[in-house]
């Protein structure tokens, strides 16, 4: 049985489609990234797989239950992690996530066990009495994980979960995220942060104009990108004649076009150097899987 | 073990409640006012100069309409406001993720508004208690059409905060319609009293039914039958929860 199945999924708003036929299909356990423009429809497919939104046509299936058939059953599945802050600006931290867990019905004194637990690993615990309009941007999101997690969720639906947290932050809850997986827990996640796919996706989708452009293993993905822009470091200023481009980073940045299938990286440093020019370092221009997803959706800021 | 949906409606309700009760200076203390300005000018300075009213002095006779005023205004503010908030911060998505029959989520709403309803109709009749003397013609009456009465309201409440655009909007029917049709539904006077042609249509007015039997409860006098009056207010009832539940099924 799969976590989830969608099959043939189409959305209207007025006369515009949104979504135009989204098949897709993830396993029990996966860890996998849904990619998009903005408007490319994965807040609507989310909405809809968690019963927010209703569909036009087509199916949805969460481990076995139809979303149609039974909904009980299907979004008791579920836990959701939307990509705004959705939840009481007067009521404290603790009765958000407690009452998330009652309307699970999850019982108060099993939910507040459970919450210490979650409070503790996501460093809540110290808010827990205050108002979640108290709180900074990341402890936000945190709350926001933290109320999906407490409904013992075997899906966990992730709409940009670590949007607007810092870099520590961001890398806490990534570990966090393993952990639920690694116990079990299938995870569906959207971000504008590749590497956030990169580090926790097994598989990606991309989707486009309302369908699913492409899937595959993430580094499937990224290996579909044939070439690669580089940033180099020079020894010195860049030498007119070579075939690198200036970089914005500085005098002593270039960047160059690479395509693994014509050689090695080590030959093209090696040919570069010998005509004058010395190479310090060589770094990716991007992530690998952002630009493929760049060249494959047309370039379009996220 | 408790059934999850009986744990997932008590959480609603507590919410709701706990929602109300925190501001209780903004949701059960006006009431208490309105109602002792209501019967130190009409039941003090005024009423005796009118005499009796359905064959009662007259600031017994305003009593009951006066309580049945407050928890109407209670119970419908109560759930247009709670719902509106919760559309608006968007945390309905709490209730509506969650494996919760639709029809519950509109009874935990509701519940909420009865609830303040029902206390800020206690509060109120504990103030009327110190101008009139309180007693019971048929408690039954009363207390039946008590909580039929805050259902509906808060029904009523809660459609109007689906259907709401903004925060003014939650305020402007209650304004528009609620206050002339409670005003208009013998809270002040016996409809007996209006010209023929007036005393029909304000036996349209839902309102008269509701605050006729309540009246009925503590008095002995009514405006309408009371089997009529209870038919309206079932009939309205039914009719508002089932297009509460279908719009919130129906959501985008």
Request: proline share 5%.
């Amino acid at each position: 049985m799969n976590a989830l199945e969608i099959r043939g999924l189409r959305k209207s708003y007025g006369g515009a489609e949104v979504l135009k036929g989204v098949d897709l299909t993830i396993g029990q356990g996966e860890f996998f990234g849904l990619l998009g423009h903005n408007g490319a429809g994965k807040t609507t497919t989310l909405g809809i797989v968690s019963g927010l939104i209703r569909k036009t046509s087509g199916t949805v299936s969460v481990f076995g239950h139809s979303i149609d058939d039974a909904p009980l059953k299907a979004r008791a599945c579920i836990g959701l992690a939307s990509q705004d802050c959705t939840f009481s600006q007067f009521e404290t931290v603790e009765e958000v996530v407690l009452c998330q867990a009652g309307f699970y019905g999850i019982p108060r004194s099993r939910a507040r066990q459970e919450a210490e637990r979650i409070f503790r690993r996501l460093d809540l615990d110290r808010f827990r009495r205050q108002e979640t309009r108290e709180l900074s941007g990341g402890a936000k999101r945190r709350l926001m994980l933290a109320r999906a997690v407490i409904v013992r969720p075997r899906l966990l639906i992730l709409d940009e979960p670590t949007a607007g947290t810092d870099a520590a932050a961001r890398r806490s809850m990534w570990d966090y995220l393993r952990e639920l997986n690694a116990s079990g827990v299938t995870v569906l996640l959207t971000t504008h942060y590749f590497e956030e796919i990169e580090q926790l996706c097994g598989r990606a989708a991309i989707l486009e104009n309302g369908c699913i452009a492409d899937l595959g293993t993430v580094p499937e993905l990224s290996s579909r990108l044939g070439e690669k822009r580089l940033i180099l470091e020079l020894e010195g200023p860049l030498i007119p004649g070579l075939p690198l481009r200036p970089s914005p980073l500085g005098a002593n940045f270039a960047e160059c076009t690479y395509d693994p299938s014509s050689g090695s990286l080590t030959d093209l440093i090696v040919r570069l150097q010998s005509q004058g020019c010395t190479v310090r370092s060589v770094r990716s221009a991007a992530s690998s899987l952002e630009e493929y997803f760049l060249r494959r959706t047309g370039d379009r800021p996220l | 073990m408790i059934h999850p949906l009986i744990v997932a409606y008590a959480t609603m309700v507590r919410r709701e409640v706990l929602r109300f009760s925190r501001a209780w200076f903004r949701t059960l203390l006006p009431p208490m006012m309105n109602t002792w300005l209501y019967f130190l000018i009409f039941g003090s300075l005024i009423g005796p100069r009118i005499g009796t009213m359905g064959g009662c002095p007259y600031a017994s006779f305003m009593m009951p309409g006066l309580v049945m005023m407050s928890v109407i205004v209670s119970s419908y503010t109560n759930v247009a406001s709670s719902v509106y908030s919760a559309r608006f911060q968007r945390y309905i998505e709490e209730v509506l993720v969650a494996p919760v029959p639709r029809w519950l989520s509109v009874a935990g709403f509701v519940t909420g508004g009865v609830i303040r309803g029902i206390l800020v109709g206690l509060l109120v009749l504990a103030v009327a208690a110190c101008f009139v003397p309180v007693s019971f013609h048929a408690p039954l009456h009363g207390v039946l059409m008590l909580l039929l009465s805050s259902v509906l309201f808060s029904l009523g409440g809660f459609l109007n905060a689906l259907y709401a655009g903004s925060f003014d909007d939650i305020s402007v029917v209650p304004t528009l319609l609620l206050t002339p049709l409670i005003y208009l539904g013998g809270v002040f006077y016996t409809v007996d009293v209006l010209p023929p042609f007036w005393e029909s249509v304000s036996r349209l007015n839902p309102l008269l039914h509701v605050i006729s039997v309540f009246r009925y409860g503590f008095l002995g006098v009514a405006d309408a039958p009371l089997e009529l009056s209870y038919a309206v207010t079932l009939l309205l009832m039914v009719l508002l929860f089932l297009w509460a539940v279908l719009l919130i099924r129906g959501r985008r």
